[in-house]
């Protein structure tokens, strides 16, 4: 079972910020300021689901990214196509049941066979192996966890089956994106995440923001994409609710 962390020297830390300030250190009675105007909370906060779809749409045209709508009846044939087209010889994805509540695990077995495309699965207790699989890897397949319109991001909560490297070291990242995981944007994504910390619930350690390819401009800015990390950014989207 994973022990709550702890924090370490907090009160002293603390009390020499008081001392520095020049008064004593509040304890309690502690209230939080209410401001007459949070854009981090007004600016989309009143679009739609449909809506929100619209803005990550348009925002992975700025960032580079292809945007596929699918959905759960159609995903298998949409991730076919996206497999041929790039002619990936090799997948590695998460180890994550996602890809069988969404019927993806035959799926995978049939492409193989149809076009010799192989499919590694994350191992934990390999880690060294799992790598070096996603390095030589055409196509890294994740589920994104919380996705902001705003700025076509994706968060990625990493565990022992969902291994950072799957995203980041093979040729093109695929994401498959759950509509029910869009908000607008990064205010709505940290509050999901200190919501699930008040709640108990035990969080990856390591979570990844990723707004598509990198972008990388030289001093006469001539933009060049997929310096760092995946060339193609792929996002998926499909109706879950």
């Known amino acids: ?83 041929k087209k790039f002619n990936s010889e090799s997948i590695i994805r998460w180890d994550d049941d996602r890809f069988d509540k969404f019927g993806l695990e035959t799926f995978f077995e049939g492409i193989e066979q149809q076009l010799g495309t192989k499919t590694f699965i994350w191992d934990h207790t390999k880690p060294e192996y799992s790598i070096n699989v996603a390095e030589q890897a055409d196509i890294g397949i994740t589920f994104s966890d919380i996705t902001l319109a705003e700025s076509g991001t994706l968060v990625l909560f990493s565990d022992k089956g969902k291994g950072r490297s799957v995203s980041l070291l093979p040729k093109i990242h695929l994401a498959i994106v759950p509509k029910s995981t869009i908000v607008p944007r990064l205010s709505q994504a940290t509050q999901k995440i200190h919501e699930m910390v008040r709640n108990g619930e035990v969080i990856s350690s390591c979570i990844n923001f990723i707004s598509g390819p990198s972008n990388s401009a030289d001093i006469e800015m001539n933009l060049v994409v997929g310096v760092h990390g995946p060339l193609e950014a792929i996002y998926i989207l499909i109706e879950d609710r």
């Open 1 to 83: 079972m994973t022990k709550p962390g702890k924090i370490y020297n907090r009160d002293h830390f603390l009390n020499n910020i008081a001392k520095s300030l020049h008064r004593d250190r509040r304890t309690k009675d502690v209230i939080l300021p209410k401001w007459s105007t949070e854009p981090q909370w007004n600016v989309l906060g009143e679009k739609t689901k449909d809506e929100l779809v619209d803005v990550l749409e348009k925002q992975c045209q700025r960032i580079h990214t292809h945007f596929i709508k699918s959905s759960t009846k159609n995903l298998c044939e949409d991730l076919f196509d996206v497999i």
